[in-house]
Every structure is written in C-alpha cells, then in structure tokens.
C-alpha cells in the first residue's frame, strides 16, 4: 500500500482537496491490465484523458473497453488539449471534451514546436485567459518561464504546471535553478508536469516545495510499470514530507555531527 498524505496537508486546486499529489497520465500502457494496476497501486488524484485518443484496431488499449475500465477506476478525469497548436483549436477541443467527460477540469495544452513539444508561450496566456472565462479550471501546461507564470497566475490560473524537461524524456529537472527560483516567486500551487524520469526526480521537485507531479511515460513505459507506479507514490509522499520538515542547510565545509566534550584533548581540533 502506498502511504497517504496527511489530510490536513492536502493538495488543493480550485478549492477542491485532494489527497493524492500524484497525477496520472492513461497512455501507452501495454495493456488495460497493467493500466489498472498501476493506477490502483498510484491512487493518483486525476487521471489525464485526451479527446484525441486514437487507437488502431488491434490496440487492445483502445475502443470502448479503455473508456469502461476509466469509468470503473472512480477517479476524476482531467482531460488535455493534446496535439493543439492554434488557440481556437485548443478551445474547440476544449469545449468537446467537458461534453464528453462532463468536467470543467481542463490540462491545457498548446503546443509551439513539434521537436520538443514546447508550450506556445506566446499564445498560452490568451487561451488560458478564453478557458477561464468559459468557466473551466485550467491547469496550463507551461515551461520554467517566470514571467510566462507570472501572466497565467494574473488572467486567473490558480495552479500552474510547469516542465522538468520535453515531455517523454526522463531527464529530470533540467534548469535547476529556474525551477527552484519559480517556486519561491510563485505563490498559487504548481505541479511539475514532463520530463520526470526516476522516483527520485519526482521527490526532488517536491523538496523544492512543489506542489504535485503530473506522471505518464516514466510509469507507462517502465519496465514493471505497477512497481514504478507504486515507487513514485511513495516518493512524491517523502519529497513533501522532507519539504515540511525542513531539510537542513548545505554547507560547503564539514562539521562534526557528534559532541566533542569528554574527548582528550589531544582528539580535540
């Protein structure tokens, strides 16, 4: 059994609770077997759907049986505007999706370069700002851009979610710094979303104070996804438990951890 967040320090987005901050990508298990175990052994607090889910015939992930085993899971939907690359076309999916799912819950996505699948930091701002006067809650997909956040949190976003590197990657957090400075000028909750890789990346970001970590790849593509599922779980819940606690500060010099009182004094510096 994964641990559980305290209850008292849940994770709230849009003034909902919830006390998972794990987020759960449904793509490219490969089966719907292992898809619902590994969602089992998360206990993720969403599961991301994309109305643009296509699967070939024989893709046993696919069709009608994928949508049944999501529904029997009972875990809220955040669906994506995956594979959107203008504004309008990010709100028409948009609006298809809260018909289809019958959520306001939104992952926004708007893709500005097709190598490295960067958000269109130009055009986030505005569509954002068209979700939210639509009425739905939006969780933007975004990169490490500071002052890219800070316009998203103005227009009314009340979580972000940026980047650790491309998606699909597993590197990590590629710019440290940017990251960790974004988490101290950035005040609503922020989940790192791409580029997680390791359980240990994951409890990483959430040392920094971030908030959740959205997963996908990293699970799916694992070698045993369920126990990879499980890991992740577990780190995400450690990663902010050491936040809370207050990891001591580094220093660049050693210091002894024991009492040097009562040693001869030829053993004392």
Same mark, same amino acid.
């Given at each position: 059994? @994964?641990?559980?967040?305290?209850?008292?320090?849940?994770?709230?987005?849009?003034?909902?609770?919830?006390?998972?901050?794990?987020?759960?990508?449904?793509?490219?298990?490969?089966?719907?077997?292992?898809?619902?175990?590994?969602? #089992?052994?998360?206990?993720? +607090?969403? =599961?991301?759907?994309?109305?643009?889910?296509?699967?070939?015939?024989?893709?046993e992930v696919g069709g009608q049986a994928f949508w049944d085993l999501l529904t029997e =899971?009972?875990?809220?939907?955040?669906?994506?505007?995956?594979?959107?690359?203008?504004?309008? /076309?990010?709100?028409? @999916?948009?609006?298809?999706?809260?018909?289809?799912?019958?959520?306001?819950?939104?992952?926004?996505?708007?893709?500005?370069?097709?190598?490295?699948?960067?958000?269109?930091?130009?055009?986030?701002?505005?569509?954002?700002?068209?979700?939210?006067?639509?009425?739905?809650?939006?969780?933007?997909?975004?990169?490490?851009?500071?002052?890219?956040? #800070?316009?998203?949190?103005?227009?009314?976003?009340? +979580?972000?979610?940026?980047?650790?590197?491309?998606?699909?990657?597993?590197?990590?957090?590629?710019?440290?710094?940017?990251?960790?400075?974004?988490?101290?000028?950035?005040?609503?909750?922020?989940?790192?979303?791409?580029g997680i890789g390791l359980p240990s990346h994951a409890c990483q970001v959430m040392e920094?104070?971030?908030?959740?970590?959205?997963?996908?790849?990293?699970?799916?593509?694992?070698?045993?996804?369920?126990?990879?599922? /499980?890991?992740?779980?577990?780190?995400?819940?450690?990663? #902010?438990?050491?936040?809370?606690?207050?990891?001591?500060?580094?220093?660049?010099?050693?210091?002894?951890? @024991?009492?040097?009182?009562?040693?001869?004094?030829?053993?004392?510096?």
């Amino acid at each position: 059994m @994964t641990p559980d967040i305290d209850a008292s320090d849940s994770l709230i987005l849009y003034g909902a609770p919830f006390s998972s901050r794990l987020l759960l990508g449904t793509a490219r298990y490969a089966s719907p077997k292992i898809l619902e175990r590994s969602v #089992r052994a998360a206990r993720p +607090a969403m =599961l991301t759907v994309s109305l643009r889910r296509q699967a070939a015939v024989h893709n046993e992930v696919g069709g009608q049986a994928f949508w049944d085993l999501l529904t029997e =899971l009972d875990i809220p939907f955040l669906p994506n505007t995956a594979g959107c690359h203008s504004v309008d /076309e990010v709100i028409a @999916t948009a609006m298809m999706a809260r018909e289809v799912f019958g959520t306001e819950w939104l992952k926004l996505e708007l893709i500005g370069d097709d190598y490295t699948l960067q958000p269109d930091t130009l055009g986030l701002v505005g569509a954002a700002d068209r979700l939210l006067r639509e009425g739905f809650k939006v969780l933007p997909y975004c990169t490490e851009d500071l002052v890219l956040c #800070r316009r998203l949190v103005d227009v009314g976003c009340e +979580a972000i979610m940026p980047w650790a590197a491309p998606i699909g990657t597993g590197k990590g957090a590629v710019n440290p710094y940017a990251l960790r400075l974004l988490r101290e000028r950035i005040e609503v909750p922020m989940l790192i979303d791409a580029g997680i890789g390791l359980p240990s990346h994951a409890c990483q970001v959430m040392e920094w104070g971030y908030d959740g970590v959205l997963l996908n790849t990293a699970v799916a593509q694992a070698g045993d996804p369920v126990a990879l599922a /499980e890991a992740f779980a577990r780190a995400i819940s450690a990663g #902010r438990l050491a936040y809370l606690g207050g990891p001591m500060a580094e220093r660049d010099s050693a210091e002894a951890s @024991t009492p040097v009182i009562g040693t001869p004094f030829w053993h004392q510096p």
